[in-house]
């Protein structure tokens, strides 16, 4: 029986002679890896955002390292990376452009703090980049020609791979109307639809890379797009600084989001068989990981960035506006008290967003406002957090909590405790924490549990910086540029400052006596 079994197979694989030849033409199996980032908001060094940024050399050093490891790995950038800190802002973003190409980034999407200095500005800073900036629902009003290139297809692996860019329709109102006064942002599901239509026939895989979000109160969503225009494999996404730490399935679309500011770098890694994909996966690094994978950081970019300080000390010392007040910033006061300071800058936060109150968190306050010539490097010492404002939306009782929360460790000094403009509250330190404030005057009337009131507070607090996660949710109606920028624009509309503790904030027992708001 044995024989003859041999006998059989023998003459099978006569029959079959084109078997080996059809296994040695498999379809081989390919990895793609791309590393992306988002929403850094030119956070370029480890002690930025107070100490939680990963760092442009060790980003640097990281990527160069992941490429060597990984043949034809990308690197992406989902927008709000040219403003923010004063090292770039003082350059109109012009500092960032050179370490974004030494880190050799492939492509970007502009987000709506990248038009913080204008839409010319951006678009002067994207000539200068050695990649292409990508926004395929961008568009002049007059001239109804797009901004910026919709899509471009790189090669790696043998692999055609279309990206295209997405920008929220919310950059219409959340960078200053008048960087954007000639620019529309179009529909983004709609674009994106276009790009999906126009791209499938020449590639391989279509990435989005989207300053969109996740955001629920946001205008559209990442999500919603990719439910809505089925076909995009990957989307790159930014705007609502959400973490995904292994990323988010919507239907075939795989999302892709690393927070902000430099706290992680993003992976995404795509398993393909031939040009079909088997499996998509996604990751964060965090910065003690880089470092394993790049222990030293790159050399040449940390130079780089030694340079453009130097440059900066000139400009530091340039004069950008004038106090005839010394103010104190001493922390041990302005923690736990009204201030004069505390006065000055929630006002001046109050009118950058033209809000109905101005709520600043103390511990963003680091230095004195001294009398006379006011520098660009007086400024940073006040704010150095490259914080940026917004306009939120908030009820009486939302407004209540806030307040509580502010005052929950008094007579303790507390970074949450808040300096206050448009408003002026009681409090009983006495009482339990939550039930400490007694009366809340917005403007010169009690304040209504069920109004809504417009509120500026910085992006720290909305992200619920300080204990506040009751702001995590607040509806947001505009953003703004930074604290700095708009204490020198109250200084400079003021021209002469006459100000002291006016009774917005009182630490006494309830007497039913409402403090008038300044």
Not at 46 to 73: F, H, M, W, Y
Not at 160 to 172: S, V
Not at 316 to 344: H, K, M, P, W
Not at 445 to 456: F, G, N, R
Request: aromatic share 6%; charged share 20%.
């Amino acid at each position: 029986m044995n024989l003859i079994f041999r006998c059989l197979l023998f003459t099978l694989l006569l029959c079959l002679p084109g078997l080996p030849a059809l296994a040695e033409n498999a379809p081989a199996a390919v990895q793609l890896t791309i590393l992306h980032t988002n929403d850094m908001h030119s956070r370029i060094l480890p002690e930025d955002d107070r100490g939680n940024s990963i760092g442009l050399p060790e980003i640097g050093a990281a990527v160069k390292a992941i490429r060597q490891q990984s043949p034809g790995t990308l690197l992406v950038d989902a927008g709000d990376t040219l403003h923010g800190m004063p090292e770039i802002n003082i350059s109109q973003g012009k500092n960032m452009v050179p370490l974004l190409n030494a880190i050799g980034y492939d492509c970007m999407v502009p987000g709506n703090h990248d038009y913080n200095y204008g839409a010319e500005q951006l678009q002067t800073l994207a000539k200068g980049l050695h990649f292409p900036v990508l926004s395929a629902n961008t568009i002049d009003r007059h001239t109804n020609q797009l901004l910026f290139p919709a899509s471009t297809i790189l090669v790696r692996q043998g692999l055609r791979i279309a990206f295209f860019g997405i920008t929220t329709p919310e950059a219409a109102y959340k960078t200053s109307p008048n960087n954007i006064k000639n620019i529309q942002f179009l529909d983004a599901a709609a674009a994106a639809r276009r790009m999906v239509k126009q791209l499938r026939p020449q590639a391989d895989l279509i990435i989005g890379i989207m300053h969109v979000g996740l955001d629920k109160s946001s205008v559209i969503t990442s999500d919603a797009i990719a439910r809505a225009v089925p076909g995009i494999d990957v989307i790159i996404d930014g705007h609502s600084h959400t973490e995904l730490p292994h990323g988010l399935y919507v239907g075939n679309t795989l999302i892709a989001q690393t927070g902000c500011y430099d706290h992680h770098l993003g992976r995404v890694d795509i398993q393909l068989q031939g040009k079909r994909i088997t499996s998509k996966t996604a990751r964060l690094y965090s910065p003690a990981e880089l470092q394993a994978i790049a222990p030293t950081p790159d050399a040449g970019i940390a130079q780089m960035i030694v340079r453009l300080k130097k440059e900066n000390q000139s400009k530091f010392s340039q004069v950008i506006a004038y106090s005839n007040q010394t103010l104190s910033g001493d922390r041990q006061l302005i923690r736990c008290q009204e201030t004069a300071l505390g006065n000055l800058t929630a006002d001046a936060m109050r009118a950058a967003a033209q809000a109905d109150i101005g709520l600043v968190n103390s511990g963003s306050i680091r230095a004195d406002l001294k009398a006379g010539k006011v520098t660009r490097r007086d400024m940073m010492a006040i704010f150095p957090f490259g914080n940026t404002l917004k306009k939120i939306a908030v009820n009486g009782r939302q407004l209540q909590a806030v307040l509580e929360h502010s005052v929950q460790e008094f007579p303790k000094p507390s970074v949450a405790f808040l300096q206050v403009s448009g408003l002026a509250f009681v409090f009983d330190p006495s009482l339990p924490v939550g039930q400490r404030v007694t009366s809340i005057t917005v403007g010169d009337a009690p304040m209504e549990p069920d109004k809504l009131y417009t509120v500026s507070v910085c992006d720290f607090l909305t992200a619920g910086g300080d204990g506040y996660s009751m702001l995590k949710e607040a509806k947001v109606l505009g953003e703004y540029g930074t604290c700095e920028e708009a204490m020198v624009s109250w200084l400079n509309q003021r021209h002469a400052i006459s100000y002291q503790p006016s009774g917005r904030i009182q630490a006494i027992a309830s007497t039913g006596k409402l403090p008038k708001a300044a």
